[in-house]
C-alpha cells in the first residue's frame, strides 16, 4: 500500500527549518530504519521524482519532528 503524495517543497523546507543537509537527513533514516538510504533519495523525494514507502514516510516524520499531514500535497486548483 502507497502512502499519500508528500509535497516535495515542504519536505525541503522543514529539512531546511531543522538545518540538515539530504545527506545528513538520510544518514538519519538509514540509523531509525536500519538499512541504507541515499541522499539521492532525500532529493528525489524534494523534487517530485519519487514517493516515500510508508515506512520510510513514518521515518522522515520522526526525523523532522513533524505530522505527516504537515508534508501531504494539498490539493490544487489549476
Not at 513533524?66 to 490544487?76: D, M, N
Amino acid at each position: 500500500m502507497r502512502s499519500a503524495v508528500i509535497d516535495g517543497d515542504k519536505l525541503r523546507e522543514f529539512r531546511e527549518d531543522r538545518e540538515l543537509s539530504g545527506t545528513v537527513l538520510a544518514a538519519l533514516l538509514a540509523q531509525d530504519l536500519g538499512r541504507p538510504v541515499h541522499s539521492s533519495t532525500i532529493y528525489r523525494l524534494e523534487s517530485g521524482k519519487r514517493q516515500p514507502s510508508a515506512k520510510l514516510f513514518g521515518a522522515i516524520c520522526r526525523i523532522l519532528r513533524c505530522e505527516k499531514t504537515e508534508l501531504i500535497a494539498s490539493a490544487r486548483a489549476e
